[in-house]
């Protein structure tokens, strides 16, 4: 204050007047004293609601609701209330907080239907979200407008959503190594035997894959169901001093049995449970509690179920050897000392049937098996199973990847507090702080830079704190994979959920200075390396490696060819059709989301993608399908890939079916190509925009990106229409709201 350049600065301010320092004030002390109140507006008077506790149940969709914590009060509005009930709710909830002593309060409005993690939180019950049921009136809607575009909808608005398979997000070429917890070391396991693991124990591995600049790693730990405590301990104590000697750069990932992510299976392509374990803790456990060695053994009667998309992700899981452990929707082996038997329910496909084969040279290699088919079986195949039961035919459910969620942590005293961050981008990650992304799926605990060591040690038991306490109240499991990633090491499976750029990570010193670096340096981070490799879907290897280099991957066969899949125009064309519900949308704050009128079904909004998509490849079902070529898998797949075609569950539907699925486009049609032939007028950018003074009218106001020119919609997102579209929605939603077109 007392330099003599000052007075220029302070000049911008108006001059200069004294700073406060921070003193305790009402907003530093808590809440606790101040009980939660729950009030109905009437006539624009707060009235108690008297009740035991606080419920769902208590709020009337055709009322407005105060609900009065303190520091936060919650305007809560129904979705049957009239704009003038809410303004006078709002008024009375004003007129509350002006009350004399209380604390400053900060008002919240919440609607219906779009309540905030922190309003449900104050309620001792909330149902689960339902899905919004499609009417029929808006079905027929929708069907009218399709008709006109000359498609024939009979049957197509009844097909089954196409259900995605979920993608890696890593590259698969990498190094495996993997170790198996015995008390308190780890042993290493070798490369034939590394993909076998024991329902008993505990195991550490370790990826190493190439990355644009440098090798990256990824170091976790997987605990079988039946493990015991102390030797999980000493597995994340093991891990996390190899994650420490290398400089705390490897991604940490800590797994459970039955809930292992995606990117788990693809390491290993191959992955085989047995039951039962070899390690001194699971066998001092058993012993002590006088319990059966459940451990698998060649000349006993084991049971197991395949799983899988294919090759390079296929899972085979011991299950108890009883006929209520089979399901119609998998194939498995059952094998004794002498026989083997595979079985393949009436709900599997030929793809399903081939993992078998490819399992059996890993567990029984040199027996022949004999092939039961669902509802043909043999009295021996039974006999083994100990007579036959029911069992289930619907595929066991995974939890599916939703709508992400970015929180700010404190962690203090053991006490961790969070605040989530709507609308999110990479610049929400600060250097100095720790924050939690929640994918449902899985969460992931990004460290920074400036973090102390003390709490980079600390980032699991955050993630494990933050599963406990529930916060988005999903009732997440506590096994729910955990991964731990530090600044300027992201994988691309947790870099896939911005718009990220590697510079900005590689920046030197803290928030304030690399803010400084960019406004000085004209908006762009100056960089101090090259920039990794952005998020992209690898589907397979880069290369056939020589046998010695492919000793992990039991189940390589570079003899094997595989059918090309649908095509990516194909993939576009059935997106539109995809459950609204399924897709991986973004966060935006409470006041920002849309809310429908009860005489418009949410699907409409979608109208305008489906039928310009179906007008532009209807010409083309007309034509002969080419045949279907069969290729070698190629070396990194840059698109996801598309998802087997589901079984048709009514027979009207398979005449639409089979001449979609027929269609097969050519794979090099040059990227933009044709992407003004969607028969809708083009219009410019500036009339386009939200806030336009001079708004283009008679346009879907969804889906004002579909009028663009091709040029300048690559001038404007910097990538292709097609390109765009196979983003999620939730990060096209992002794109548009940056360019002001959401």
């Known amino acids: 204050m007392a330099d003599a350049e000052t007075g220029e600065f302070w000049g911008f301010f108006g001059g200069f007047a004294p700073l406060p320092r921070k003193t305790t004030s009402d907003e530093d002390k808590t809440d606790v004293s101040f009980p939660t109140k729950l009030f109905h507006v009437e006539k624009g008077q707060a009235e108690p609601v008297e009740a035991d506790s606080l419920t769902r149940e208590l ?128 042993i290493l396991i070798p490369a034939a035997n590394q ?17 644009e600049d440098r090798e990256e790693y990824l170091i976790g730990t997987w605990f079988g169901k039946k493990s015991v405590e102390e030797e999980r301990a000493s597995a994340i104590s093991l891990a996390s001093k190899m994650v420490e000697s290398l400089k705390f750069l490897p991604a940490q990932a800590r797994i459970f049995e039955g809930n292992e992510p995606i990117q788990f299976f693809s390491i290993f392509q191959s992955f085989i449970v047995f039951k039962g374990g070899h390690s001194s803790g699971y066998k001092k456990y058993i012993a002590e509690n006088e319990l059966p060695d459940e451990t698998c053994k060649e000349d006993g009667v084991a049971l197991f179920r395949v799983q899988g998309s294919g090759p390079d992700n296929m899972q085979a899981i011991q299950v108890e050897p009883v006929a209520s452990s ?75 990847e939703s709508d992400p969620h970015l929180f700010s942590c404190i962690f203090l005293k053991g006490n961790l507090k969070v605040s989530e961050i709507y609308n999110f981008t990479q610049d929400d990650l600060m250097t100095e702080d720790i924050f939690i992304l929640d994918t449902h799926s899985e969460i992931f605990v990004w460290v920074g830079q400036q973090v102390d060591s003390k709490s980079k040690l600390q980032a699991l038991s955050i993630g494990e704190k933050f599963l406990e306490h529930d916060f988005l109240l999903k009732k997440s499991s506590g096994e729910t994979p955990i991964y731990i990633v530090m600044e300027g090491s992201e994988p691309p499976f947790f870099t896939r959920f911005f718009t990220w750029d590697s510079a900005k990570s590689s920046m030197h010193g803290n928030s304030f200075q690399r803010k400084l670096a960019i406004v000085k340096n004209g908006g762009t981070p100056l960089l101090d390396k090259p920039k990794r490799r952005t998020a992209v879907s690898y589907g397979g290897r880069s290369s ?71 007008a532009a490849l209807t010409a083309s079902f007309e034509q002969p399908p080419p045949a279907r070529q069969v290729i070698m898998p190629r070396s990194v797949k840059v698109s996801p890939e598309t998802p087997k075609s589901t079984p048709e569950s009514n027979s009207k539907e398979k005449p639409i079916s ?58 404007k997102f910097g990538m292709a229409k097609d390109a765009f579209y196979k983003l999620p929605k939730w990060k096209q939603n992002k794109l548009k709201m940056a360019l002001q077109l959401f």
């Open 544 to 614: 056939v490696p020589d046998k010695s280099q492919r000793s992990r991957s039991m189940s390589f066969s570079p003899d094997r060819v595989r059918v090309r899949g649908r095509s990516p125009a194909f993939n576009a064309l059935a997106a539109n059709f995809e459950n609204p519900n399924a897709r991986n949308l973004s966060t935006p704050p409470p006041v920002v989301r849309k809310v429908y009128p009860k005489s418009v079904s949410p699907d409409s909004a979608k109208l305008a993608s489906k039928s310009a998509a179906i």
């Open 326 to 400: 089979l399901n119609s929707s998998y194939c498995y082996i059952l094998h004794n000392d002498s026989s083997v038997f595979t079985w393949s329910g009436n709900l599997t496909t030929s793809e399903d049937q081939e993992l078998i084969e490819r399992q059996l040279d890993l567990i029984k290699p040199n027996m022949q098996s004999k092939p039961q088919k669902e509802g043909s079986e043999s009295e021996q195949f039974w006999d083994l199973l100990g007579g036959k039961s029911e069992y289930p035919s619907q595929k066991l459910a995974r939890e599916a």
């Open 658 to 715: 089979i001449r979609i699925e027929s269609l097969t486009i050519q794979e090099d049609v040059k990227e933009g190509e044709a992407e003004d032939e969607e028969g809708l007028p083009i219009y410019p950018y500036e009339g386009l925009k939200v806030n336009s003074p001079d708004p283009v009218t008679e346009i879907d106001v969804t889906k004002r990106e579909t009028y663009l020119s091709a040029a300048e919609f690559r001038e």
């Open 59 to 186: 709020l009337d969709t055709n009322k407005c609701y105060i609900l009065d914590c303190g520091i936060e009060v919650f305007v809560w509005m129904g979705r049957n209330t009239s704009l003038d009930e809410r303004k006078s709710a709002s008024g009375a909830a004003e007129e509350l907080v002006r009350a004399a002593e209380r604390p400053n309060s900060r008002i919240a409005r919440v609607i219906e239907g779009f309540e905030t993690v922190m309003f449900r939180s104050k309620f001792e019950s909330w149902p689960q979200t339902t899905n919004v049921t499609v009417s029929e009136d808006g079905r027929g809607k929708v069907a009218a407008l399709l008709r006109r575009q000359g498609v024939n909808v009979n049957g197509l608005l009844k097909t089954a959503p196409v259900k995605e398979e979920p993608q890696p997000y890593i590259d698969v070429t990498g190094n495996l190594q993997v170790w198996s917890v015995n008390d308190q070391e780890k």
């Open 195 to 211: 993909s076998k693991f024991y329902s008993g124990g505990c195991y550490i591995f370790q990826y190493s894959y190439p990355g």
